[in-house]
T-cell receptor, first 113, second 114 residues
Framework: ETGVTQTPRHLVMGMTNKKSLKCEQH?????MYWYKQSAKKPLELMFV???????ENNSVPSRFSPECPNSSHLFLHLHTLQPEDSALYLC????????????FGPGTRLLVL | KQEVTQIPAALSVPEGENLVLNCSFT??????LQWFRQDPGKGLTSLLL???SQREQTSGRLNASLDKSSGRSTLYIAASQPGDSATYLC?????????????WGLGTSLAVNP
């Protein structure tokens, strides 16, 4: 067990739905990340949070809205998604931002219909 | 712009074989390079981290080498086992400017057959 949990593990949603992905880390880390993993594409870093403050937003569409209420929890709120947003969404944490030693959760497999 | 390429995209071998996975990067100004393993339905696990000043790192049956000048790294797996079946990802951290992100390859999907 990596110490990073994600729920739900699988999600199917329509383009008009609103849903949220949740990530929790039990490692006492200060930094948390959202990544998108699509078929045939490298991992894409979406957001980085350091002590609940967003430090990076990689030109992610506004239909993805992150929230970090405390250093152990990270959410990704989804609304009016497109089919091309279907992917595996991975959460990770590290002791400090941008450290190489990142611990990943198992991911949420998202399908947008 | 740094780009990371992994060859082959997929590999299937019989149990017991020694094998080599390749990773190449276009900009040799890297801070470090890391190999990860990803199992289906699970997240990524870091296997080996090589700093730019190092030539190789070893962990059990795994050995990773780094040749910065040629922009290449290899992951050597000795005496492969079915439990080694997974996708192996390579990621580099650039040494240039304020770029702090990891740049990822697409991975090599490995199947070790009993």
């Amino acid at each position: 067990e990596t110490g990073v949990t994600q729920t739900p593990r699988h999600l199917v949603m329509g383009m008009t739905n609103k849903k949220s992905l949740k990530c929790e880390q039990h490692l006492g880390h200060n930094a948390m990340y959202w990544y998108k993993q699509s078929a045939k594409k490298p991992l894409e870093l979406m957001f980085v949070y350091s002590l609940e403050e967003r430090v990076e937003n990689n030109s992610v569409p506004s239909r993805f809205s992150p929230e970090c209420p405390n250093s152990s929890h990270l959410f990704l709120h989804l609304h009016t998604l497109q089919p091309e947003d279907s992917a595996l969404y991975l959460c990770a944490s590290s002791q400090q931002p941008y450290q190489e030693t990142q611990y990943f959760g198992p991911g949420t497999r998202l399908l947008v219909l | 712009k740094q780009e990371v390429t992994q060859i082959p995209a997929a590999l299937s071998v019989p149990e017991g074989e020694n094998l080599v996975l390749n990773c190449s990067f276009t900009d040799s100004a890297i801070y470090n390079l890391q190999w990860f393993r990803q199992d289906p339905g699970k997240g990524l696990t870091s296997l080996l981290l090589i700093q730019s000043s190092q030539r190789e790192q070893t962990s059990g049956r795994l050995n990773a080498s780094l040749d910065k000048s040629s922009g290449r790294s290899t992951l050597y797996i000795a005496a492969s086992q079915p439990g080694d079946s997974a996708t192996y990802l390579c990621a580099v951290k650039s040494n240039a400017g304020n770029n702090r992100k990891l740049i990822w390859g697409l991975g090599t999907s490995l199947a070790v057959n009993p």
